[in-house]
């Protein structure tokens, strides 16, 4: 099967830089994708890995080290909007591709 | 990006009674829709895959007669829970995912079930 791995919490101020790591282990990788969920909505797709490297999409990045079954987002210029939780999740060849996610990050933003 | 509407958003029904939730993709057709679980604080948890014209293909622990599922057209798929115990208030997620996408899988609203 599959297995996540990132914080539960973090706690940091309007305009700081915060990264949430997700590590991974699954067999046949085919990629690691971030969604934003916020109280009571449903999840929204952020950003999206199958290579290794850096792919930023405006304040948010995401990084993928395959060989370190390691990925991270980053989100820049933290603003109040942004609390909420993030989950990393891992598509693989073993599970028919489905997505399988991480139990989630809570960013909480404070002013 | 790709529209996926859900309806209803919010349902209260008396236990043994059934509901019905309905998942579209609005501008896309899609061959496959996921749908998903998720208690409060904690992640999504993969139900049952629903492939449209056959079958749908449950996660081990889903009880496919407790849950439902049609996928009728490509741009429909409906999750019905049957005989509703309180156990089974939940919040539940449909996604779909455009076929030539990268990997990018598309929610609806979710529908938040409370069985009284």
């Known amino acids: 099967g599959q297995s996540l791995e990132q914080p539960s919490e973090v706690t940091a101020v309007e305009g700081a830089i915060v990264q949430i790591n997700c590590t991974y282990q699954?067999?046949?990788?085919?990629?690691l994708s971030w969604y934003q969920q916020h109280d009571g909505g449903a999840p929204t797709f952020l950003s999206y890995?199958?290579?290794?490297g850096l792919e930023e999409t405006g304040r948010f990045s995401s990084f993928l080290s395959r060989s370190d079954s390691y990925g991270y987002l980053l989100l820049q210029e933290l603003q109040m909007k942004d609390s909420a939780s993030y989950f990393c999740?891992?598509?693989?060849?073993?599970?028919?591709?489905?997505?399988?996610f991480g139990a989630g990050t809570t960013v909480t933003v404070r002013a | 990006g790709a529209v996926v509407s859900q309806h209803p958003s919010w349902v209260i029904c008396k236990s043994g009674t059934s509901v019905k939730i309905e998942c579209r993709s609005l501008?896309?057709?899609?061959?496959?829709m996921f749908w998903y679980r998720q208690f409060p604080k904690q992640s999504l948890m993969l139900m049952a895959t629903?492939?449209?014209?056959?079958?749908?293909?449950?996660e081990q622990g889903v009880e496919k007669d407790k849950f439902l599922i049609n996928h009728a057209s490509l741009t429909l798929s409906t999750l019905t829970v049957t005989s509703a115990h309180p156990e089974d208030s939940s919040f539940y997620i449909c996604?779909?995912?455009?076929?030539?996408?990268?990997?990018?899988?598309?929610f609806g609203e979710g529908s938040r079930l409370t069985v009284l």
């Open positions: 699954t067999s046949g990788f085919y990629g």
């Open positions: 890995n199958a290579l290794d």
């Open positions: 999740a891992v598509r693989a060849r073993s599970n028919d591709y489905k997505l399988s």
């Open positions: 501008d896309f057709q899609a061959t496959t």
């Open positions: 629903s492939n449209e014209g056959s079958k749908a293909t449950y």
């Open positions: 996604s779909a995912r455009e076929e030539a996408s990268t990997g990018e899988l598309f």
